[in-house]
């Protein structure tokens, strides 16, 4: 019990600082299972608490463990599950990750100059494209302007984190299919897992919605996706742009933790979760190594088993999102907040706050 006073005392703090300094977010819920088992039920704070254009405080419904969040980057990994559950249905997996060498351009034609990029650089961040779409301004004619953005360095020369070969890995699967990703997405995972919470563009009341940025142009961006580039492009978008809920998002974890099962049903074949939670030799950056689609090892994935016995995997979103687990062991967190809140920054001290989080969520 005293483990768990620890958890809440840590994100009360973050939530009301004692030394003066602006709360970290105004929303947050972490869930902890062991096994399967809820162990700790964290939701506090308020949907949103900023001072608007005049200066008025405003002040939203308290945060409940239903609230919904935007995930920003998380949404990688359900993309990079949808991928997989189709390029296993083609054959593409038969021979591992070596099937994942298959080039872009056979259905991407703005790659067809760069015929050494495969789906296994997009799902690695080793294409050579650049991290960002500088040129994200919305308009009819962003998803055209989009398709100008090629690698800018040497195909599988160096790790660069990017959320441009996501929105590629997207168009590649709506090319290869002939559908949406948002329906490809909905078919292959949320289906399957009954994630009824989490999808693009929601359309749940903003009273139910945690906020996050405000933005020039935008004003308080409340109910759409907060990533630029994913709001240039309609809200549906590889990189970003997924809503959901911290049950919905520890459900779609767990599944990985529990090698592609789910309710008795196998979601992902257990070769293919193997791709998501084993890194993939090649260039590395910074303090992590690089599976398909996920990250492992990082310091604070690396919290949750303080024993060393298993190496966790897990992804991050700039919002103040984050879930982990322990492939084919026991543990499994998620975190979602609204660091952004009411402004970005605090990188460093949010960064600092994830991890001491992972660590006492790993003592429970």
Not at 150 to 179: D, K, N, Q
């Amino acid at each position: 019990m005293s483990d768990v006073k620890a958890l809440r005392d840590h994100i009360l703090g973050a939530l009301h600082p004692g030394d003066g300094s602006a709360p970290l977010f105004s929303a947050v819920v972490v869930l902890v299972s062991e096994a399967g088992e809820r162990i700790a039920t964290e939701a506090h704070g308020l949907i949103a608490d900023y001072a608007d254009e005049h200066g008025i405080r405003r002040r939203g419904v308290p945060v409940t463990p239903d609230t919904l969040f935007d995930l920003a980057s998380i949404t990688k990994a359900f993309v990079t599950a949808t991928a997989l559950a189709e390029f296993s249905d083609r054959g593409f997996l038969d021979d591992g990750v070596e099937g994942l060498r298959i080039p872009v351009a056979e259905w991407l034609p703005e790659y067809r100059g760069f015929p050494e990029v495969t789906l296994l650089d997009l799902l690695t961040h080793r294409a050579g494209l650049p991290g960002e779409w500088i040129d994200n301004r919305p308009g009819a004619d962003a998803l055209e302007r989009f398709r100008a953005v090629v690698p800018e360095r040497p195909v599988g020369s160096e790790h660069a984190y990017s959320c441009v070969g996501f929105i590629w890995l997207g168009l590649c699967l709506e090319a290869m299919t002939g559908r949406s990703l948002e329906r490809l997405l909905d078919t292959r995972i949320l289906r399957p897992l009954g994630l009824s919470d989490t999808g693009y563009r929601p359309t749940r009341t903003l009273e139910s919605i945690a906020a996050t940025e405000i933005q020039p142009g935008r004003g308080l961006v409340h109910g759409e996706a907060h990533d630029e580039t994913a709001w240039a492009l309609g809200g549906v978008s590889g990189n970003a742009g997924l809503f959901s809920t911290a049950g919905d998002l520890l459900t779609f974890a767990e599944m990985l933790r529990n090698d592609g099962r789910h309710d008795g049903e196998q979601v992902l074949a257990p070769e293919t979760v193997r791709l998501m939670t084993t890194p993939v030799p090649g260039p590395v950056s910074g303090t992590y190594e690089q599976a398909v689609g996920l990250r492992v090892g990082e310091p604070w994935l690396r919290a949750l088993a303080p024993d060393g016995a298993r190496i966790p995997a897990g992804h991050g979103g700039y919002t103040g999102t984050a879930f982990g687990f322990e492939p084919g062991g026991l543990r499994t967190v998620v975190l979602l907040s609204n660091r952004v809140h009411p402004h970005r920054g605090n990188d460093e001290r949010f960064a600092a706050f994830r991890q001491e989080l992972m660590e006492l969520a790993g003592r429970l």
